[in-house]
Nanobody, 118 residues
Framework: QVQLVESGGGLVQPGGSLRLSCAAS????????MSWYRQAPGKERELIAT???????NYADSVKGRFTISRDNAKNTVYLQMNSLKPEDTAVYYC????????????WGQGIQVTVSS
C-alpha cells in the first residue's frame, strides 16, 4: 500500500526550530519529486519547498533562508528543517510526492500541525 507518513510536528516558541519527517512506504522516492506544502487557518494551501530527484531545491520567499528541504533515499524519507520560526509559520504541513515522467502517480501525506506561539 502506498503511503506517506509525517512526523515531528508540535508546539514551539518563536525563534525555535522543528524538523519534520515524511517517510514513504509502498514505493521508493528516488524517482519522485518531493515537496512540502502548508495551510494556515483561513488561507489557501501554499507550496513552500521542493526537492527534485536530482537534488535541486527551491523555496517560497516566505521561508527562504530559514527552512531547508532534504532527502535521504536510503531511508526513503524527506525532511523539512525549520529554523527561526515565526507565529505566521503556524499551519498544517503536508508532504507531497510526484513521479518523474509518470505524474499520474502522486501522493499526499495526512498533514501534521505546527504551532509557533509563546
Amino acid at each position: 500500500q502506498v503511503q506517506l507518513v509525517e512526523s515531528g510536528g508540535g508546539l514551539v516558541q518563536p525563534g525555535g526550530s522543528l524538523r519534520l519527517s515524511c517517510a514513504a512506504s509502498g514505493f521508493t522516492l528516488n524517482n519522485y519529486g518531493m515537496s512540502w506544502y502548508r495551510q494556515a487557518p483561513g488561507k489557501e494551501r501554499e507550496l513552500i519547498a521542493t526537492s527534485t530527484s536530482a537534488g535541486l531545491t527551491n523555496y517560497a520567499d516566505s521561508v527562504k533562508g530559514r527552512f531547508t528541504i532534504s532527502r535521504d533515499n536510503a531511508k526513503n524519507t524527506v525532511y523539512l528543517q525549520m529554523n527561526s520560526l515565526k507565529p505566521e509559520d503556524t499551519a498544517v504541513y503536508y508532504c507531497y510526492a510526484v513521479r518523474n515522467l509518470w505524474t499520474r502517480f502522486n501522493y499526499w501525506g495526512q498533514g501534521i500541525q505546527v504551532t509557533v506561539s509563546s
